[in-house]
């Protein structure tokens, strides 16, 4: 089992920063990866960005691309998403999510992920 605690969101005017965190505990997977996803009221669960479980590549929706920036530094130490240039439409529950296995052609898919923290509110004011 693996076990994600997501913090950092909160209330920003457009144009604004602000830095997500997750906490993963439990198992690791070497092969897997973390994501993060978002969904706004109304709206399906849409991919944010992902990274090889112990960093390494990124890949991101083209809607975040060049403004958000998702990282971590080794197994042991949250995953991170920073986001700058925020806009109104970036408003959403962002959710930290893990999959067990990384494939690259599916990997923007919410199946794919196993196990999903409880979601933390960003909310872009304009």
Known sequence: ???????????????GSLRL??????????????????????????FVAAIRWSGGPTYYADSVKGRF?????????????????LKP??????YCAAAKIFTRATMQQKEEYDYWGQGTQVTVSS
């Open 89 to 94: 439409e970036d408003t959403a529950v962002y």
């Open 69 to 85: 920036t998702i990282s971590r530094d080794n197994v042991k130490n949250p995953v991170y998403l920073q986001m700058d240039s």
């Open 1 to 15: 089992q693996v076990q994600l605690v997501e913090s950092g969101g909160g209330l920003v005017q457009t144009g």
């Open 21 to 46: 965190s997750c906490a993963a505990s439990g198992r690791t997977f070497s092969s897997g990866a973390m994501g993060w996803f978002r969904q706004a009221p109304g709206k399906e669960r849409e």
